[in-house]
């Protein structure tokens, strides 16, 4: 009766085991983008690496006028020229994506990382993209998010390094429960 039954349900757990793939490098990709619109957004001058690194890359003049024009503040020109910067240097295949991320601020040791996160996302493209029928199993689902976690790790500590404010969560309440005794 299982063995029925497992043929029935292989199809959607295989479907959702590569969903959870392709999440779990959605996720990393995410953070990557947020820290750097917050790195941009504490360290302005950073932006300046990636808006005027080569002509053409970064917003035109008349981008830039329409964002003055339309802003209110200073602040909310810098949050757009961040968004902007973030988006440059979170653009093409992940390795790039992680070698320009590295190199912005003060860089953390990152290779095992790298090589983790390319082979994710090869594997969430196969999926996407090639339609291959990739066959993930539980231990593939776990590896994958165990990737989030160290990408979240090494984030967090380039945010520590580069004074970014860090709302955590969990430090918070590790804090509050030694608080306690």
Same mark, same amino acid.
């Given at each position: 009766?299982?063995?029925?039954? &497992?043929?029935?349900?292989?199809?959607?757990? +295989?479907?959702?085991?590569?969903?959870?793939?392709?999440?779990?490098?959605?996720?990393?990709?995410?953070?990557?983008?947020?820290? *750097?619109?917050?790195?941009?957004?504490?360290?302005?001058?950073?932006?300046? #690496?990636?808006?005027?690194?080569?002509?053409?890359?970064?917003?035109?003049?008349?981008?830039?006028?329409?964002?003055?024009?339309?802003?209110?503040?200073?602040?909310?020109?810098?949050? +757009?020229?961040?968004?902007?910067?973030?988006?440059?240097?979170?653009?093409?295949?992940?390795?790039?994506?992680?070698?320009?991320?590295?190199?912005?601020?003060?860089?953390? +040791?990152?290779?095992?990382?790298?090589?983790?996160?390319?082979?994710?996302?090869?594997?969430?493209?196969?999926? *996407?993209?090639? &339609?291959?029928?990739?066959?993930?199993?539980?231990? &593939?689902?776990? +590896?994958?998010?165990?990737?989030? &976690?160290?990408?979240?790790?090494?984030?967090?500590?380039?945010?520590?390094?580069?004074?970014?404010?860090?709302?955590?969560?969990?430090?918070?309440?590790?804090?509050?429960?030694? #608080?306690?005794?």
């Amino acid at each position: 009766m299982w063995r029925a039954s &497992g043929r029935i349900l292989i199809r959607p757990v +295989q479907a959702l085991a590569r969903q959870m793939v392709v999440l779990a490098v959605t996720y990393c990709e995410a953070f990557i983008a947020e820290y *750097l619109q917050a790195l941009f957004l504490t360290h302005p001058q950073r932006m300046r #690496e990636v808006l005027c690194r080569d002509p053409g890359v970064g917003p035109d003049e008349r981008k830039l006028l329409s964002t003055v024009l339309k802003s209110s503040s200073k602040d909310d020109i810098l949050l +757009q020229l961040a968004n902007d910067a973030a988006a440059i240097a979170g653009r093409g295949p992940i390795r790039k994506v992680l070698h320009r991320t590295a190199k912005l601020p003060k860089a953390s +040791q990152y290779l095992d990382l790298e090589r983790a996160l390319v082979e994710l996302h090869r594997l969430r493209n196969k999926i *996407l993209y090639d &339609g291959e029928a990739s066959q993930v199993d539980e231990n &593939g689902v776990k +590896q994958a998010f165990l990737v989030v &976690g160290e990408c979240l790790s090494w984030l967090h500590d380039l945010a520590l390094a580069n004074r970014i404010e860090v709302f955590d969560l969990a430090f918070i309440s590790r804090q509050q429960s030694t #608080e306690a005794l």
